[in-house]
């Protein structure tokens, strides 16, 4: 199966220019919020619909401006050239590992000065965030970003690139590794997974899918990164979103240590 690009990027809708990347990323936050608002109040005994609305407009400027952020200090020498580029992030060239990372700070900062329980919101979080992911990484397609390596001509499935957007290195290649595709459908089996567990453990051990997710994504963001022909830097030939998912898998496990310890203790 071969994948072609959509002939545009952007339509005009009453004079503005609409970026179907931004549409994406609209409808990834939009799905994101319903999931978790709808897991609110029913799944989990320590949550509830007000709390969340009320942390979501901090949750999405913490994610999207954390998103940037980290892009932009990854590819500090591009944009310390094109500074004039820094806010035009509907070009693309946002970060989730920033994005779930500010989103965490952003997340025990607020449940703390409000003292509520900091896991229960991050597990029905995580949960729509997963889907999320899976609706975002569509942005990747629009915009012809986030493709692994060349395939051969009899892989079973392939996405053809334009020209202009293929890396000088392989610009005489056509057909290249659909990574956002991969990640998409595997993103989907993250959020089924984790609703299957948060379904058996709700109340008995808040922040076990949480910490799962910070697993489950880590593995595959590691396990596709190596595909993948964008990563901005390198640390000692590692691409550095492989490094920082090999941190967010040993974190993940020694939460879920934790989390099991406390419950024996308290048993």
Not at 142 to 155: L, T
Request: charged share 15%; proline share 4%.
């Amino acid at each position: 199966m071969i994948i072609y690009p959509y002939p545009f990027r952007s339509f005009d809708l009453f004079g503005f220019d609409i970026r179907f990347y931004s549409i994406c990323m609209f409808l990834a936050i939009i799905s994101a919020f319903l999931i978790a608002y709808g897991l609110a109040g029913k799944i989990s005994d320590n949550t509830n619909k007000d709390t969340l609305l009320d942390f979501f407009p901090w949750l999405f400027i913490s994610g999207i401006s954390g998103a940037r952020i980290y892009y932009v200090i990854l590819s500090f020498n591009y944009y310390f050239s094109n500074p004039h580029l820094i806010f035009q992030i509907w070009r693309g060239g946002i970060s989730i590992h920033g994005a779930i990372i500010f989103g965490i700070i952003a997340g025990i900062v607020y449940f703390k000065i409000k003292k509520l329980k900091f896991y229960p919101y991050a597990d029905i979080i995580a949960i729509g965030l997963s889907l999320g992911q899976c609706v975002g990484r569509f942005g990747n397609f629009f915009n012809q970003e986030a493709f692994g390596v060349p395939v051969y001509d009899n892989f079973f499935i392939k996405l053809f690139v334009e020209k202009r957007y293929r890396p000088l290195e392989y610009v005489d290649y056509g057909y290249f590794h659909p990574v956002f595709l991969y990640e998409s459908i595997l993103d989907f089996l993250i959020f089924i997974a984790l609703f299957f567990v948060l379904k058996k453990t709700a109340n008995k051990f808040d922040g076990l899918v949480f910490y799962l997710y910070i697993i489950l994504y880590s593995i595959v963001r590691a396990f596709l990164e190596f595909l993948r022909l964008d990563t901005v830097l390198y640390l000692f030939g590692v691409p550095f979103p492989f490094l920082v998912s090999i941190i967010g898998i040993f974190a993940g496990l020694i939460g879920i240590y934790f989390i099991y310890s406390k419950k024996l203790f308290n048993d």
